[in-house]
């Protein structure tokens, strides 16, 4: 009976070793993926937090190579507004290349295919895969700064639908002005106008497009959207 009680506990002593717990590392190793885990979810709802309640016309900055422009979107165009807002705030903005710039007329960017250089004879052709209502709002017109949709031309899209995410913004106003009642206006720049004008200035090759690189870097909110800026006059 001796022995067998000694077999026993030894036994035992196997069972509870080959069950021990995880090491000093493999813990440590546990404890900062948690720590990680919980830091990108505190990230996502911070950044998620600074794009709420923004108001009826949101006031964002969007920064590119050549500067930053304060722009406003107006109320009175809920769909292109929500849209932008929807896409700025998912980042689909960042990186994507001003792809036509034409001096005295306007600057063009939104188009995905621009963060591909290899589909660089498409640049112009691409979006979200959606188009939006047109909003083209008597009183809102192509002045200095004003961000317009870019759309398709009338004889296949008669009812002026706008791109999904391509969208211009005017250099100069009496070079736009043919396009007022022709496309949405839903935005105007309030601060920055120089970076247009230093945009529109840039070098290009073919196609109206410019030589260097010029992108957008991000989108942000403004959330003190009543200290900004004043609007710009023509």
Same mark, same amino acid.
Request: proline fraction near 5%; glycine fraction near 8%; include cysteine.
């Given at each position: 009976?001796?022995?067998?009680?000694?077999?026993?506990?030894?036994?035992?002593?196997i069972?509870?070793?080959?069950?021990?717990?995880? #090491?000093?590392?493999?813990?440590?190793?546990?404890? $900062?993926?948690?720590?990680?885990? $919980?830091?990108?979810?505190?990230?996502?709802?911070?950044?998620?937090?600074?794009?709420?309640?923004?108001g009826?016309?949101?006031?964002?900055?969007?920064e590119?190579?050549?500067?930053?422009?304060?722009?406003?979107?107006? #109320?009175? $165009?809920?769909?292109?507004?929500?849209?932008?807002?929807?896409?700025? #705030?998912?980042?689909?903005?960042?990186?994507?290349?001003?792809?036509?710039?034409?001096?005295?007329?306007? /600057?063009?960017?939104?188009?995905?295919?621009?963060?591909?250089?290899?589909?660089?004879?498409?640049?112009?052709?691409?979006?979200?895969?959606?188009? /939006?209502?047109?909003?083209?709002?008597?009183?809102k017109?192509?002045?200095?700064?004003?961000?317009?949709?870019?759309?398709?031309?009338?004889?296949?899209?008669?009812?002026?639908? #706008?791109?999904?995410?391509?969208?211009?913004?005017?250099?100069?106003?009496?070079?736009?002005?043919?396009?007022?009642?022709?496309?949405?206006?839903?935005?105007?720049?309030?601060?920055?106008?120089?970076?247009?004008?230093?945009?529109a200035?840039?070098?290009?090759?073919?196609r109206?497009?410019?030589?260097?690189?010029?992108? /957008?870097?991000?989108?942000?909110?403004?959330?003190?959207a009543?200290?900004?800026?004043?609007?710009?006059?023509?």
């Amino acid at each position: 009976m001796k022995f067998k009680s000694i077999y026993l506990m030894m036994a035992a002593a196997i069972i509870i070793a080959g069950c021990k717990g995880p #090491s000093d590392n493999e813990e440590a190793e546990i404890a $900062t993926v948690e720590t990680e885990t $919980t830091e990108e979810t505190m990230e996502t709802k911070v950044e998620a937090n600074i794009w709420e309640n923004l108001g009826e016309e949101p006031v964002l900055k969007i920064e590119t190579t050549d500067g930053t422009m304060t722009v406003k979107l107006y #109320s009175e $165009t809920p769909l292109h507004r929500d849209n932008f807002i929807k896409l700025a #705030s998912s980042h689909f903005y960042d990186g994507i290349l001003f792809h036509r710039i034409i001096r005295g007329f306007m /600057i063009q960017v939104g188009d995905p295919l621009t963060k591909d250089s290899t589909q660089v004879a498409h640049f112009g052709t691409g979006g979200p895969g959606y188009t /939006i209502p047109a909003e083209i709002i008597p009183g809102k017109t192509h002045k200095k700064g004003a961000l317009a949709a870019a759309r398709r031309g009338d004889q296949v899209n008669p009812a002026k639908e #706008s791109s999904g995410s391509q969208f211009y913004i005017v250099q100069d106003a009496e070079g736009c002005s043919h396009l007022d009642g022709e496309y949405t206006v839903f935005g105007e720049v309030i601060d920055g106008i120089e970076v247009i004008d230093k945009i529109a200035a840039e070098k290009t090759g073919s196609r109206d497009l410019p030589v260097n690189r010029i992108e /957008i870097i991000s989108i942000t909110p403004v959330k003190e959207a009543a200290e900004a800026p004043a609007a710009v006059s023509e």
